[in-house]
């Protein structure tokens, strides 16, 4: 399947900042990854596509889409990651094309970390970022926080990096407590937007809530757009979501994301990073 015009994927994206921004003036909508949200056949230059818009109907059955939310993470998608745990963890090195991007993306993650600033490894499976992140200068494991949300992959982590500290959780209801009670100077979002529920307000209580003022905030996939499109030609309901393009961004900044400041866009066939960071 080839990669969307990026029309369509700035459609999707921009839904998904409306249907944030219109949650946080609304008490009934929470603006977390659980926000009321309704699937949508919409057509765009694109063609169509699935896309997520709010609806009244949804304004009226929140505890429906409530249960729908946990459904989709109890179901399809918590039984393939606690399932395929073991096949992760059990995989050879990356091919070198792919471990080149995973290392350029913790050189952007680390380089301005010191001994005592803490990196969040968000969706961080088996760990199969740390080996990259420990290339930085002085950095070591014991400044790596990763979350996930299945049990499975924890496990596998924490076996394999024991210095690390490694947390089985949903981000989108944890607590900054859970992750040691301090703000991050990194938070690295790697391989997984695509599979959360609303990534436009995850992304934007991490922001908020995570990141310590002028640290930078990491969206990146190793293997880039065109992966995740064709990926989501094959199974829509567990990639849920492209990559945001640069207008996307620039959308997002004025709004949800206003909290953070875009460093660094890079959007190659085989690769994808933007780098932000919190403002003052």
């Known amino acids: 399947a080839r990669g969307r015009p990026a029309a369509g994927r700035t459609g999707l994206w921009l839904l998904l900042a409306l249907s944030t921004a219109f949650g946080a003036h609304n008490p009934a909508m929470r603006c977390i990854s659980r926000s009321p949200l309704a699937f949508s056949k919409r057509k765009s230059m694109g063609g169509g596509r699935i896309g997520l818009s709010r609806t009244s109907k949804d304004k009226e059955a929140g505890k429906d889409d409530e249960k729908r939310f946990s459904e989709y993470v109890e179901g399809k998608y918590q039984t393939f990651i606690t399932s395929t745990a073991g096949y992760f963890a059990s995989l050879k090195p990356p091919e070198p094309q792919e471990a080149h991007g995973m290392l350029r993306i913790a050189q952007l993650a680390t380089v301005h970390l010191g001994p005592n600033n803490r990196l969040l490894d968000v969706g961080t499976g088996t760990g199969d970022m740390v080996p990259f992140y420990l290339q930085g200068d002085g950095f070591n494991a014991s400044q790596v926080v990763g979350i996930d949300i299945s049990p499975g992959m924890i496990e596998r982590a924490r076996e394999k990096f024991p210095s690390a500290v490694f947390v089985c959780g949903d981000v989108d209801t944890m607590l900054l407590e859970g992750l040691g ?15 959360f529920w609303d990534p436009v307000a995850t992304i934007a209580r991490l922001a908020d809530q995570f990141l310590q003022t002028e640290g930078k905030l990491i969206i990146s996939h190793p293997r880039g757009r065109e992966f995740i499109d064709r990926m989501r030609g094959k199974d829509n309901s567990l990639f849920r979501h492209g990559l945001p393009n640069r207008e996307d961004i620039q959308l997002l900044v004025q709004g949800p994301w206003s909290k953070l400041k875009p460093i660094s866009f890079n959007d190659e066939a085989d690769y994808f990073c933007a780098v932000f960071q919190k403002a003052e």
């Open 181 to 195: 009670g301090k703000r991050f100077e990194s938070i690295v979002i790697n391989a997984c937007i695509s599979h």
